[in-house]
Nanobody, 123 residues
Framework: QVQLVESGGGSVQAGGSLRLSCTAS????????MGWFRQAPGKEREGIVV???????TYANSVKGRFTISKDNAKNTLYLQMNSLKPEDTAMYYC?????????????????WGQGTQVTVSS
C-alpha cells in the first residue's frame, strides 16, 4: 500500500523559509512521478512542482525561483525547499505520487496523496 507522509509545515513571516518533507513507502521509490501541490481555502488545488521518472522538474510560475524540489532516494524522501515565502503561499501542502507515465508525461490527477501539512505565511 502506497503511503505518503508530509512534515515540516508551520508558521513563518514573509520572506522566511521552510522545508517540507514527504516520506514514501509501499512502492519502489524513484519509479513514480512525484509532486507537491497546495490548496488554499476557497481556491482550487494548484500544482507547484512535479518531478518525473527521468528527474525532470516542472515548476509553476508562481513559485519558480523561490521553491526547489529535491529527493533523497536512499531515504525514500521528497523535499520542497521554500524560500522568500509570501502571504499568498499560505495553504495546505500535499505530496503526491503517480505511477502512470504516458508519452513521457505524468498522468494527472495523481493517484496517491499524503494527508497534507499546513503552511502559514504572515505579513
Amino acid at each position: 500500500q502506497v503511503q505518503l507522509v508530509e512534515s515540516g509545515g508551520g508558521s513563518v513571516q514573509a520572506g522566511g523559509s521552510l522545508r517540507l518533507s514527504c516520506t514514501a513507502s509501499g512502492y519502489t521509490y524513484g519509479t513514480y512521478c512525484m509532486g507537491w501541490f497546495r490548496q488554499a481555502p476557497g481556491k482550487e488545488r494548484e500544482g507547484i512542482v512535479v518531478i518525473d521518472t527521468d528527474d525532470r522538474r516542472t515548476y509553476a510560475n508562481s513559485v519558480k525561483g523561490r521553491f526547489t524540489i529535491s529527493k533523497d532516494n536512499a531515504k525514500n524522501t521528497l523535499y520542497l525547499q521554500m524560500n522568500s515565502l509570501k502571504p499568498e503561499d499560505t495553504a495546505m501542502y500535499y505530496c503526491a505520487a503517480e505511477p502512470r507515465v504516458v508519452l513521457g508525461r505524468c498522468r494527472e490527477p495523481f493517484t496517491y496523496w499524503g494527508q497534507g501539512t499546513q503552511v502559514t505565511v504572515s505579513s
